[in-house]
Structures are given as structure tokens and as C-alpha cells.
């Protein structure tokens, strides 16, 4: 098939090169001129494993081509996906702007009939609209013979898993109104998911979709952090209740972990959009609306903790940061945990020094600039007065203890992923502190 892709962004630029490399011919359109010349210089712009070599892969078979002119990516094409951002707007809603940027491009390029997909998270009845606005642009343009279709295909796309995600998914969701588009969409995914795992529904649906999935699954994540919540004030252990929880199949194992918080591009923006979408309805949102506010709490936790336990001591404390991005194999900071941490400490008086195996540059550009970096673990915690792990990065979770202990200048851990294991800790000397394992320091500052 032939594929246009609008949008190079972490969506488009898996998606489109996943297409690629299952034999269709994909022309990725960006109006961002600088990553486009990047692209076609076979430079990956972002951090995502696999993705550098599988986009050289694919531009070396001529199946995949990069464009600033949408012109280049609608020539020919039968499907038009829509991957550009959708980022909250003040109000927690989400900004639609790129979208309609993008849906007018292609409306005033359009010379024959085609399918646009929308893969970018937008709220619910935007389909609709859009369809509504390309027609009228056809209109002005004397075009309105163009038969013209908007669907919706939400993305289920793990930062650092995006590549096994896109190939392999679990499931691909279509809203789409007619017989012939779900053809070409079924045809499209074949060669990705069984036919089983292919679910039709209308674009409504579709887009509801993707916000309930990511809302629930935040929901867990919050649920148990606030089980970790209790599980220290009445002396239990939150991984051996998850344990016990996760064994009901009915409950499952995943997105189960307490932790520091969840961050990223998703999960805080859809759970925020989801409310506004659901109150635009004059609904309440008690659920979702609960589980950002959850959320926001549980990224103070690890800054509380180093609180009670230092008091007035925060002043002048150097404190070593192990992880900065919002999750391992991504260099991405958006509502990462690390910075609402950061920020409590510098407000402190402390001084900080962080350490992140990919996501430093990206840091740099967003943390204030009286954080200092150290280029890996052992100069990190040389000296420092504590450590707060803060992502589960797999350097992380194989470090030496023992080795790094002998560079602290006091052995105070705060684990805010729960990867150390307590009993070891404490058998190195370290003061050890976690969450929801009645591992919290009892205000001796
Ligand atoms: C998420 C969804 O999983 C994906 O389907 C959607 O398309 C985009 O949003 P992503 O944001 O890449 O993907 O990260 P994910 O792996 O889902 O983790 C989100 C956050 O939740 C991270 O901050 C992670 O640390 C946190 N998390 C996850 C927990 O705190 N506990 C868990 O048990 C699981």
C-alpha cells in the first residue's frame, strides 16, 4: 500500500517505519525542516531502540522516504495518517492546533480521494470534525467530488518498547463508519496482528478508547500507590500484597508497581484530557479525576521522605539523583517523577547532582541550571549525603552496592522503585528507605 504519514514525532516515525517494514511504501510529511534534512541524513531524532537501524533498513529498500511538501507524501496515497502531537492545553484539555494544521495541509494538497487516519489522541468527536473542515476546504477549492473518510486508529505505543509494540500489538483498535475502509484497515494490519485481534468498532468508540485504557491503567498504578500509602502506616509490605493480588487472574500482574509516580507524554495528559472530556458532558469524573490526583501526590513521596528524615539538614545537603527520564530505555522527562523531586529539593536549600545513562542532554535543557551531572554512578554518589533512585534503570538495578557505599559520604538510599533489596542494604550499612515496605524514615532530622 501507499502510505503518507503526517508527523515525525515518536507516533509517526515508528509507526510509518513499521509500515515500511512490512513491505508498504511510506512517505513521513514534518514541517519541521531541520529533522526532515536529519531523517533523509539517516539520523534518528529521537531515542528509541531499534528505531535508528530499522529506518535505514527501510530507506535503503525504498520504502521509506522522508518530505517537508505533504504534496510528496499524498501523491498516490490510499491512507493518510494523522501522528502530530496533542498536548494539554492550560485548561488540561487537549491542544487540537497541530491536528487542524495538519488536516489543512492536506485538504488544500488533496487531488484525489483517500482515507485519513487519525493516530494522534484526540478527544472524543474530533473525527467528525475534521471530516467536516477537509470537506469544506475541498468545497472552496471546487473538489467536493473527493470522496473523503477520517477514521480513527488510536496508538497503544510503549516509549522503548515502541518498535515490539507497533510489530507485534496486542490488539489494533479501527473506528471507521464504512465496510471499505475497514477492508483497506484490515488488509493494512494483517501482516501485524491476527485477524482476532483487529477490533472494528465506530470512531467514537476508537477514541474513547485510548483514553479509558491509558486511564485505567494509570488507575492501577495509583491504586497501588496509595495501598503503598497504607502499607507504611500500618507496617505491611506492598509487594507482597501485589503478589497477592496478582495471582487473581481476574487482576493480572502488570502496571501493579508503586513506586514515585508515573510521568511521561500519556498518562498524565490523557488522564487530565479524559477529565475534561467527561465534565464537558457535565459529568464528575470522580474515578479519573482520582487518579491524577493520586499521581500528583505520589511524585512528592520520595521529597517527604528525604524531609522527615533530614529536617533542617536539607540546607547544604548534596543529594544524588540515580535516573532522570520518566521510565528506563527512553531519554523523555515529561512529567518524570525526577522533576518535581529536583525541584522540592532545590527549594530546600540541597544541593543536587544527577546521573542518567541516556536522558542527560534532555535534562539539561529543562532542569535548572544549578544541577550538576556526573558522567556515570561511581562519580555520583562520590560524596553525596544520600541517594534517590528515582527511574528503574537496569544499571540501576545491577549496581554494586557495596563499591558505591564505600564512595557515599553518608549510605542513605531512598528507593523510589523499590529495586534494592531491603535486607542486602541493610546488611551493607546503608540507612534504606522505600516505599510501601514500612521502610520510611520516622523524622529523625
Ligand atoms: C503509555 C501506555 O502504556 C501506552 O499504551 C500508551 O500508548 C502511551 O502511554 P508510556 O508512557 O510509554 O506508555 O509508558 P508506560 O510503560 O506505560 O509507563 C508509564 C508510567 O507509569 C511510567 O512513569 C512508569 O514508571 C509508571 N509505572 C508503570 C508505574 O509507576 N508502575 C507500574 O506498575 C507501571
Known sequence: MD?????????????????????????????????????????????????????EKNVRAGRLSFSTDIKDGLDGTQLCFIAVGTPPADDGRADLAQVLAAVDGIASALTHSCRIVVKSTVPVGTGTLLCR?????????????????????????????????????????????????????????????????????DPASAEITKYAANTMLAARISFMNEIAQLCDRVGADVLSVKRGMASDRRIGEFFLDAGCGYGGSCFPKDVQALCCIGEAQGLDMTMASAVGKVNRKQKQQLHMMMRVRFGAEMEGLTAAIMGLSFKPRTDDMREAPSRTLIHGLLNCGASVRAYDPIAMAEAKKLLPSVVKYAPDVETLLSGADCAAIVTEWQEFKDADWQRLGALMKRKIVFDGRNICDPCRMRSLGFEYYCIGRNMTPKGRG
Request: proline letters at 4%; hydrophobic letters at 40%; one cysteine or more.
Open 133 to 201: 473542515r477537509i470537506k469544506n476546504h475541498l468545497r472552496e477549492r471546487g473538489m467536493e467530488k473527493i470522496d473523503l473518510e477520517v477514521l480513527s486508529n488510536p496508538e497503544f505505543l510503549k516509549e522503548g518498547m515502541a518498535i515490539e509494540d507497533c510489530l507485534h500489538p496486542d490488539r489494533v483498535v479501527i473506528g471507521a463508519a464504512s465496510e471499505e475502509a475497514r477492508a483497506v484497515m484490515r488488509e493494512l494490519y494483517l501482516p501485524f496482528a491476527d485477524e482476532s485481534r483487529i477490533i472494528f468498532m
Open 3 to 55: 502510505i503518507c504519514v503526517v508527523g515525525t514525532g515518536y507516533v509517526g516515525l515508528v509507526t510509518g517505519t513499521c509500515f515500511a517494514e512490512k513491505g508498504n511504501k511510506v512517505c513521513c510529511v514534518d514541517i519541521d525542516e531541520e529533522r526532515v534534512a536529519k531523517l533523509k541524513g539517516g539520523v534518528c531524532p529521537i531515542y528509541e531502540p531499534g528505531l535508528g537501524e530499522l529506518i
